[in-house]
């Protein structure tokens, strides 16, 4: 049985990015990622993932998950958050060991 790694991450979402921009994990580990926001309400979206989580200011959220699908997928934030909204995109990158 392979060795299933636990990865955890503190993400923050502010207007218009989220720190860090990049995740990097590899497939089979299981994400945890605290999110808060700095300032309003954002929306933790990865679509391959099925994650659709609400951000708020000054609250944490936890966001678990199984990294079963290798490759880069975009993280967006899903609520309109004023006019930069558009350019709020990080990214996860699972890796498939060879």
Avoid: W
Avoid at 11 to 38: H, Q
Avoid at 39 to 57: C, L, P, Q, R, S
């Amino acid at each position: 049985m392979p060795d299933v790694s636990q990865k955890a991450f503190k993400l923050e979402a502010y207007r218009f990015s989220y720190s860090p921009d990049t995740i990097v994990v590899n497939k089979g580990d299981v994400v945890r990622i605290t999110a808060t926001s700095r300032d309003v309400t954002h929306v933790f979206f990865i679509a391959e993932y099925g994650i659709n989580e609400k951000v708020e200011k000054g609250k944490y959220k936890d966001i678990e998950f199984v990294a079963d699908k290798a490759g880069e997928f975009e993280i967006i934030c899903s609520t309109y958050c004023g006019q930069g909204h558009y350019r709020m995109k990080a990214k996860l990158i699972v890796e498939e060991d060879e």
